[in-house]
Nanobody, 123 residues
Framework: QVQLVESGGGLVQAGGSLRLSCVAS????????MGWFRQAPGKEREFVAA????????YYAESVKGRFTISRDNAKNTVYLQMNSLKPEDTAVYYC????????????????WGQGTQVTVSS
């Protein structure tokens, strides 16, 4: 079992930055690839970014490529999402999730989910 807790969301103006964190419980964090997803009101949950077990490989949705950076610190059981040049369309609840499958954007491949953190970008 892995429990995930996100933090770092908030209200920011367009063009600003936020860094989300997701802390995992348990001793097997490094056994999982980690992903970030988001869900805007009235829309389906969508993939944002993923990172491999060691952090050496990263995978991004086209909509965030060049603006967002995913990273992880296995010693701290934490995965991060640095979000720069934020746009109003980035407004959503952001979720971290854990999977044993690399480079997957499919929600069905992720076994564990956090409760989400709200990101609101004002224009």
């Amino acid at each position: 079992q892995v429990q995930l807790v996100e933090s770092g969301g908030g209200l920011v103006q367009a063009g600003g930055s936020l860094r989300l964190s997701c802390v995992a419980s348990g001793r097997t964090f490094s056994s999982y690839c980690m992903g970030w997803f988001r869900q805007a009101p009235g829309k389906e949950r969508e993939f944002v970014a993923a990172i491999s077990w060691s952090g050496g490989r990263k995978y991004y949705a086209e909509s965030v490529k060049g603006r967002f950076t995913i990273s992880r610190d296995n010693a701290k059981n934490t995965v991060y999402l640095q979000m720069n040049s934020l746009k109003p369309e980035d407004t959503a609840v952001y979720y971290c999730a854990a999977t044993t499958v690399w480079a997957t954007a499919s929600i069905r491949d992720y076994d564990y989910w956090g409760q989400g953190t709200q990101v609101t970008v004002s224009s």
